[in-house]
């Protein structure tokens, strides 16, 4: 990440303590899980892999060797029941972290997540709660390709009971899993393999980002742009694009997915009547469509705006380097359906690309 | 004991037929399976655990909810869609729930319950208690994946579980020959390193035997352990009804189980004046639950929105 952009995403957070201590996102998982398990003795984490030697890409490093096997252990490769068991615990009291490398597994989980997590407080009429955090990884780049590349989160915004997060920074990926970790109920945490690569501020101390409070991460009164997951970093470097032909774009992070910040969105399209949401997923009943529809609900008959959704090209994710990148949105597509959005008219404009705001760039194998 | 083992027996029964009996009055909004013919399975395994154990069943529990201790009040008003159920209307029938009893719930979804009992015993082990988790499922419930990961995970983890197939032979109307390449489910908990035992015939004191010696094992940190319980559904998959004439099973099948019947073999093994004794005070208990049910409010408009999160 070039500086700037770790500036324009560092200094904004709305409830951040000021601090100089840089952590990386991977870090700042890790740091979050160790203070909540010497907080809490019924915090435990497990799934596929997190005791290995790469430690779920470092986030669960040196937990087994602090807490022990009984609250730090790999698990079969058995995501259903292992769901399932997660769910038992915290129905027992425990505070289950059930981590998965890459969001596709949450699919052979499904049902222990939408028919007894998401329902349990509700259909036992409130008798249990589940304190469940589901950590998963959404890959990309590098032939991650069908099945390892999915942003799957609308499906579990649609269901009501869980709880969504999808954290940019690793200031809000600390603050969110100590969140999701204290929370009585459900929550998604939603990782990024390309932000585990993201440097930023990091209290020492631990701290909750809110559920339900998005964050103005750059301030415009030309287009808004909210940017999901990794599409957050995009649509900061699109921001760098648009200024040089004078667009000045605001960009809103939501964090929390659900329960959703329609409000500070709201009041932002209120501010420059466009909204560019660029989702980390497909566009088709995805949390692109779910916060326009929001907004438009919320706006019509007082204020017109336009709009548009971007996400991932309607087909499965190829692995091919030269169409993988016509699949994903990037800042340059983005600034471009931005200028678009502005001007009221497809004005054929890409910018040229600056090549140090591509300086990041990720080499396998993941 | 005998007198215990009984009056839950004769409870479940007696309060089931009370529901087949209002069913057709559409006074009860909620489907309903009856375990009219298994209750022994749930009594038999209910009446060797303690208070502080738990068990967690299927869409068809109105016998383990009872049998484990749950109000039978709060159990009919559940059924009647009422303010006073045992999930305030939000859960029914096939969602029963008494924590307090430790029956810690129920899932319409088969085999979905087992894994949650190994996430509760496996919580149990690490909290260092000596309570145990009692997982009923059925023989369909033996055909889903979770099944088998469930008790990997939990021969894995020694954990302080039973799993209790209850086998009554179908899984809606599909014989179990019909779905099971090897219709031997002992020997598949046996190839997860899990001691397993067919308990024939529905015999709830050999049940009852069986799960004390068990249980102390199981306390003793030896492990999960599996029954399966042959048994048989007497009634409709759904319903009050009988179900014969769908021409999926036959009446002379149901013949000998009906024969067999624990409620009947139990009540003859007590003094006629004891047994005459249960007898009555079971069906004031039951009326009064009904009359409860019935004269309980609906719950308010406000209940929709809450406990969502």
């Known amino acids: 990440m070039p500086p700037s952009v770790i500036r324009a995403s560092a200094k904004r957070p709305t409830r951040a303590t000021p601090s100089e201590r840089t952590l990386s996102y991977v870090d700042a998982i890790r740091e979050a899980t160790d203070q909540e398990m010497a907080r809490d003795p019924s915090v435990l984490v497990f799934g596929l892999d997190v005791d290995d030697p790469k430690a779920i890409q470092g986030t669960t490093r040196g937990l087994l060797e602090k807490y022990g096997p009984s609250r730090v252990f790999g698990t079969p490769l058995s995501e259903d029941a292992m769901t399932g068991t997660a769910i038992g615990m915290a129905l027992a009291g425990l505070r289950p972290i059930h981590v998965h490398i890459r969001m596709d597994f949450l699919m052979l989980a499904m049902n222990q997540l939408i028919n007894v997590a998401a329902k349990s407080r509700y259909m036992y009429g409130g008798k249990v709660s589940i304190p469940l955090v589901v950590r998963s990884m959404i890959g990309k780049s590098w032939g991650q390709g069908a099945q390892h590349s999915q942003g799957l989160y609308s499906f579990f915004m649609h269901v009501p009971g869980l709880q969504v997060v999808a954290p940019t920074t690793p200031y809000d990926a600390k603050g969110c899993l100590i969140a999701a970790i204290r929370d009585d109920n459900p929550v998604l945490y939603v990782e990024h393999r390309i932000l585990h690569f993201q440097n930023g501020p990091v209290p020492a101390?631990?701290?909750?980002?809110?559920?339900?409070?998005?964050?103005?991460?750059?301030?415009?009164?030309?287009?808004?742009?909210?940017?999901?997951?990794?599409?957050?970093?995009?649509?900061?470097?699109?921001?760098?694009?648009?200024?040089?032909?004078?667009?000045?774009?605001?960009?809103?992070?939501?964090?929390?997915?659900?329960?959703?910040?329609?409000?500070?969105?709201?009041?932002?399209?209120?501010?420059?009547?466009?909204?560019?949401?660029?989702?980390?997923?497909?566009?088709?009943?995805?949390?692109?469509?779910?916060?326009?529809?929001?907004v438009a609900e919320r706006l019509q008959g007082h204020c017109s705006f336009r709009m548009r959704r971007m996400g991932f090209a309607p087909v499965t994710c190829p692995t091919a380097p030269s169409l993988e990148r016509l699949y994903y949105p990037d800042s340059r597509t983005i600034a471009a359906a931005a200028r678009d959005l502005v001007e009221g008219t497809k004005t054929g404009w890409m910018p040229r690309e600056r090549s140090e705001l591509n300086s990041f760039i990720f080499k396998g194998p993941f | 004991?005998?007198?215990?083992?009984?009056?839950?027996?004769?409870?479940?029964?007696?309060?089931?037929?009370?529901?087949?009996?209002?069913?057709?009055?559409?006074?009860?909004?909620?489907?309903?399976?009856?375990?009219?013919?298994?209750?022994?399975?749930?009594?038999?395994?209910?009446?060797?655990?303690?208070?502080?154990?738990?068990?967690?069943?299927?869409?068809?529990?109105?016998?383990?909810?009872?049998?484990?201790?749950?109000?039978?009040?709060?159990?009919?008003?559940?059924?009647?869609?009422?303010?006073?159920?045992?999930?305030?209307?939000?859960?029914?029938?096939?969602?029963?729930?008494?924590?307090e009893v430790g029956m810690m719930g129920a899932s319409a979804?088969?085999?979905?319950?087992?894994?949650?009992?190994?996430?509760?015993?496996?919580?149990?082990?690490?909290q260092g208690r000596d309570a145990l988790v009692a997982s009923f499922f059925g023989d369909g419930g033996s055909e889903e994946g979770v099944f088998a990961e469930s008790l990997n995970f939990a021969a894995l983890k020694c954990l302080p579980i039973l799993f209790i197939c209850e086998n009554n032979g179908y899984a809606i109307h599909t014989s179990q020959e019909r779905r099971q390449g090897r219709p031997d489910i002992c020997a598949r908990a046996r190839a997860y390193g899990i001691p397993a035992e067919r308990i024939e015939h529905n015999d709830v004191l050999y049940l009852?035997?069986?799960?004390?010696?068990?249980?102390?094992?199981?306390?003793?940190?030896?492990?999960?352990?599996f029954f399966e319980v042959m048994t048989y559904r007497w009634r409709e998959h759904v319903g009050p009804n009988n179900d014969f004439h769908l021409g999926y099973r036959t009446e002379d099948e149901a013949t000998p189980w009906i024969e067999a019947d624990q409620v009947t073999r139990l009540g003859a093994m007590l003094l006629p004046e004891r047994r005459e004794q249960i007898q009555e005070e079971v069906e004031a208990e039951v009326e009064a639950a009904l009359v409860f049910a019935e004269e309980s409010p609906e719950p308010e408009p406000a209940e929709l929105y809450t406990d969502v999160l």
């Open chain 1, 205 to 294: 101390h631990t701290y909750t980002v809110t559920p339900g409070r998005a964050r103005i991460t750059a301030v415009g009164q030309d287009v808004t742009l909210v940017g999901i997951s990794q599409m957050q970093s995009e649509c900061l470097k699109a921001r760098l694009y648009l200024e040089e032909i004078g667009i000045q774009a605001e960009v809103i992070d939501p964090i929390w997915l659900s329960p959703l910040d329609i409000d500070t969105i709201v009041r932002s399209v209120e501010k420059t009547g466009r909204l560019l949401v660029v989702d980390n997923g497909w566009v088709c009943c995805g949390a692109a469509a779910e916060i326009i529809a929001q």
């Open chain 2, 1 to 99: 004991m005998l007198e215990r083992l009984y009056r839950s027996l004769y409870r479940i029964r007696r309060l089931e037929e009370a529901f087949a009996r209002v069913y057709p009055t559409d006074k009860i909004k909620s489907p309903i399976h009856l375990s009219i013919g298994q209750e022994a399975v749930s009594v038999g395994v209910c009446a060797a655990l303690r208070l502080d154990d738990v068990v967690f069943g299927t869409y068809r529990g109105h016998a383990l909810y009872l049998a484990k201790g749950g109000d039978m009040k709060a159990m009919a008003a559940e059924l009647y869609g009422k303010a006073t159920g045992c999930t305030r209307g939000k859960g029914g029938s096939m969602h029963l729930i008494s924590t």
């Open chain 2, 109 to 126: 979804v088969v085999g979905t319950t087992i894994a949650n009992a190994v996430g509760y015993a496996y919580a149990l082990q690490y």
């Open chain 2, 208 to 225: 009852f035997e069986r799960t004390r010696t068990v249980a102390a094992k199981i306390r003793a940190g030896g492990g999960p352990h």
